[in-house]
């Protein structure tokens, strides 16, 4: 019980205190109820699942950010140095929507070799 | 401060509820009417804009349109973190079935009280029948059978102590008969306010194992494989039922210390046991009606005590079977019937299941009854009779026949043909 | 209200933040996943999300990893609505009555099992926003009809193209008389962000219903999700509008799609080399499924000319 409790109190903190992955080994040390925690790669690296890798050509963007805009999963950021997007290849899905709605094609979709 | 209108006096068991509610210092209401727990959500709707209440508390009531939103409503509500109430019968309570068990699932404490009423099939039904809160049998709800207006009140109040203990949190179900508690008036007290709050368990910001918070966001009821953890949380569940069984105890006791009155250890409720030679077993009103029969048997002879089941579930085993040990002639009078079952009768099933298990009790004679279905009566002499069947298989080894037992079973108040029925205009017949 | 445009959304670090965090696991080129993103860079964290059975309770994340940012609590299939005003209330009485309520529903949870949920919390008003993404069909239990799935689409239980027609239910929901109606599409994200910004603004029912395309359950190219999204608005078949306390604008493309010689052609979009599930459209059902556009147009006409008449 006081042990159950002191799971509790971990899950309980805020983004920065809580556990990154909730560890469960045994009936005895699970909390009440299934209370799941936000997390990148819910659904583990949903970049393995591309085939084609969107690649961005610096030379012809126009910083209009409508592939940021349109990528449905939120993988494009923005550099706020350069002005540039990127994209995280870790999660990006390789759906493409992005390179299709590029107003200067500057958005290549090319065959990953795995 | 104002004067509360009532403090003591004839009430209505209906109207009970809805100041135990009251008393309890419930957050978030969500209703919707069936006969008979109308007057419930009605006298409800008067109390929260009554000055009284208004000085001092802040009820959300809300007005659902079906018992399905009801039961969601106050998971939506628990979830936050609020306490809550609602009350439903027979229908409504099927109707609500899905979100029940969401609300154990999810690991909640509402507090709902149910006003029996026979479940329609064989034709619309509104009368006192356990049928309805039986089928959740198995939903992981906590089952109280209520049997009187002071113990409607009492228990409701008692409720949240329960359902909010932090070795439990599983909703609470207190039950009592359609029409025969809720629409009848007998002497209630209600507790003044100030010492009600010293009983009843604190508030607290959330719960500890489910919040709404932006900086520290949760994910609650996620979809869980069959091989993470789903079989774990829902033996949670059954532990939650067992830890719930000294809450229980305890929270009676600490209630009978303070306010003077009490029932039983609040599992069970012994009458005239110590020397008893048979036993009926029972719950709700026709319980509570036995103990007359025990006094009317004992004048005639025969040395009966009675035994009322208040809590169901949890099932308490251990208490029942202090008495079945010393009492093996027992008659289990239920009012639902269990179709297909063992003995029609899910009660008594569950008594066999536990004398089977224990090497002393395991030759106890365990004779079903079941009567009053749909708010039949089920009267003093029939009940008389029940002693009398116990006495015949005491002396002579073996349960007796009579007209109406059929497959073991016998069939309180079965219309075997032997007398005249009428069956009467009525006058009133009710809302369904 | 002056349109927001991508760029001020980069320049703005409230709404750069990805709430709905990516790794989570819709299909590529999910319409519901970019719903998800810019209702949230609207709304913020302290936004409550009820969800009934859907593609959304799964894509959110199995247990005990979970993708949104925010509280986010799944529900039974018909319970949201009501789970969302039990919510709003438990808050209330907890101080934090500024929460955004939101329920997160699909289109069978809200055009088919949770209408009544639906209906009971519009006419009591209660101060949640209720959120449609609209696929078009079951898409969770594999793409079943719904009353959400246009007319001739097919689907897994209409093999042969739905025999009856989409369920207008922003026009239901706008019989309520609640204070905010809308539609929205994420063809248009910039547009559905203003939309929640003002809807979180507003005391009361809000009701938006969002167009979500889905390419595995429409069967077109997952890099097409906002051509599809763009084309059912271009083509009038899904009209984007407000109605804000009984007034009706229309926004966006559909602004100048009232004349209806300015729409695409129909036969653009319901078409099979379009989307696979549009393989039984033929010519008769292409003329009924006009006809249904122009019901929906009346539908718009009616608060237009009202609205007209009111003003002289
Ligand atoms: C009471 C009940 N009936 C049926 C189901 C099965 N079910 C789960 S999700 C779903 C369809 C959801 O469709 P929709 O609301 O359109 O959301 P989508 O999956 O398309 O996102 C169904 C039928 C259920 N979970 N509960
Ligand atoms: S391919 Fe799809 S997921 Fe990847 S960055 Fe482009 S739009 Fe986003
Ligand atoms: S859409 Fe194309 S041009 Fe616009 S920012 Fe992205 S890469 Fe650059
Ligand atoms: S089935 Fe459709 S709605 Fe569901 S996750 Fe996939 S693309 Fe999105
Ligand atoms: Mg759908």
């Known amino acids: ?114 | 401060m104002v004067k509360p209108k009532f403090m003591e006096g004839p009430l209505k068991g209906n109207f009970a509820s809805a100041y135990a509610a009251m008393d309890a210092d419930v957050d978030v209401i969500t209703a919707y009417p069936i006969t008979p727990q109308t007057t419930v959500v009605e006298k409800l709707s008067e109390l929260v804009g009554e000055e009284e209440f208004t000085e001092r508390q802040h009820v959300e009531y809300v007005r659902m349109e079906s018992e399905h939103s009801v039961g969601a409503g106050l998971v939506g509500a628990s979830y936050a973190g609020a306490r809550t109430f609602t009350a439903t019968a027979g229908q409504g309570l099927l109707y609500m079935t899905e979100m029940v068990h969401w609300m154990t699932g999810a690991r909640l404490p509402p507090v709902v009280a149910i006003q029996t009423r026979g479940i329609t099939g064989p034709g619309w039904n509104i009368w006192a029948d356990y049928g309805d809160i039986l089928s959740l049998r198995d939903s992981g709800i906590m089952i109280q059978f209520i049997a009187s207006h002071q113990e409607i009140y009492d228990s409701i109040l008692q409720g949240f102590n329960i359902t909010e203990h932090p070795d439990v949190f599983l909703p609470l179900f207190p039950a009592y008969g359609g029409f025969v508690l809720s629409h009848t008036a007998k002497p209630v007290k209600r507790i003044p306010w100030e010492e009600a709050q010293k009983f009843v368990r604190p508030k607290t910001p959330e719960w500890p194992h489910v919040w709404v918070d932006g900086e520290r966001p949760i994910m609650s009821n996620a979809l869980i494989m069959p091989q993470n953890f789903y079989t774990e949380f829902r033996i949670k569940i059954h532990e939650a039922q067992m830890n719930a069984i000294p809450v229980i105890k305890d929270t009676m006791a600490e209630f009978e210390k303070t306010f003077g009155r009490g029932y039983g250890n609040g599992l069970v409720v012994p009458y005239k046991c110590d020397d008893a030679e048979v036993l009926l077993l029972g719950y709700g009103g026709n319980a509570l009606q036995a103990e007359d029969a025990v006094d009317k048997a004992r004048e005639q002879g025969y040395k009966a005590g009675a035994l009322r089941l208040r809590t169901y579930r949890p099932f308490p085993k251990e208490d029942l079977l202090h008495y079945i040990k010393k009492i093996p002639y027992v008659a289990v009078m239920e009012r639902a019937l269990a179709f297909g079952s063992p003995t029609g009768g899910a009660v008594s099933t569950d008594i066999m299941a536990i004398c089977q298990r224990d090497p002393k009790a395991r030759n106890a004679h365990i004779v079903p009854f079941i009567g009053g279905l749909g708010g039949r009566d089920v009267f003093l002499d029939e009940q008389i009779d029940q002693i009398k069947i116990l006495y015949e298989l005491k002396e002579k080894g073996e349960v007796p026949d009579r007209k109406y037992k059929m497959w073991d079973t016998f069939w309180t108040g079965l219309i075997t043909g032997d007398k005249k029925v009428e069956v009467e205009n009525q006058e009133y017949f009710g809302d369904i | 209200m002056a349109k927001t445009k991508i760029k001020d959304i980069i320049a703005n670090p409230e709404s750069r933040r990805e709430y709905f965090l990516p790794g989570n696991s819709t299909c590529q080129g999910c319409g519901l996943d970019m719903a998800f993103r810019w209702a949230m860079k609207a709304l913020g964290q302290n936004t409550v999300m009820i969800s009934p059975a859907s593609c959304s309770n799964v894509v959110t994340g199995l247990w005990p990893k979970s993708a949104p940012d925010w509280p986010y609590f799944n529900m039974a299939f018909a319970g949201a609505a009501a789970a969302a005003t039990g919510m709003k209330h438990g808050l209330v009485t907890k101080g934090k009555g500024d929460y955004n309520v939101l329920v997160w529903a699909g289109d069978g949870g809200t055009t088919d099992i949770g209408i009544q949920g639906l209906s009971g919390a519009a006419e009591r008003n209660e101060d949640i926003i209720y959120v449609c993404y609209d696929n078009e069909a079951y898409q969770n239990t594999g793409n079943q009809r719904s009353s959400s799935t246009p007319h001739g689409g097919v689907t897994t239980t209409t093999p042969y193209g739905k025999e009856r027609y989409k369920k207008n239910l922003p026009m239901i929901v706008a019989a309520h008389n609640v204070p905010y109606v809308a539609t929205a599409s994420v063809g248009d994200p910039m547009d559905l962000y203003d939309k929640f910004m003002k809807a979180k603004k507003i005391k009361g029912f809000r009701y938006i219903h969002i167009l979500a395309p889905c390419p595995p359950g429409w069967r077109y190219p997952a890099e097409e999700t906002i051509q599809q999204a763009k084309m059912i608005v271009d083509t009038g078949v899904f009209p984007l509008f407000e109605i804000e306390d009984g007034n009706l604008t229309l926004n966006g493309k559909s602004k100048r799609l009232h004349d209806k010689n300015k729409r695409k052609p129909l036969g653009e979009y319901f078409n099979k080399k379009n989307q696979g599930r549009f393989k039984m459209v033929d010519e008769k059902i292409l003329e009924e499924l006009q006809m249904d556009t122009d019901r929906w147009w009346k539908w718009i006409d009616r608060f237009l000319v009202i609205q007209d008449y009111e003003e002289k």
Do not use: H
Request: aromatic share 12%; glycine share 8%.
């Open chain 1, 1 to 114: 019980m006081t042990e159950e409790k002191k799971n509790w109190e971990l899950l309980r903190m805020n983004r920065e205190k809580r556990p990154k992955v909730q560890n469960w080994t045994s009936y005895w040390d699970l909390p009440y109820g299934p209370v799941s925690l936000p997390v990148k790669g819910s659904a583990g690296r949903t970049g393995d699942w591309r085939t084609f890798r969107p690649v961005v050509d610096n030379e012809k963007c126009i910083k209009c950010y409508f592939c940021y805009m349109y990528c449905p999963e939120g993988t494009i950021s923005v550099n706020d140095e350069t002005g540039f997007v990127e994209i995280d290849y870790n999660y990006c899905k390789g759906c493409g929507v992005c390179a299709t709605n590029c107003p200067k094609e500057c958005i290549d979709m090319e065959k990953e070799n795995k």
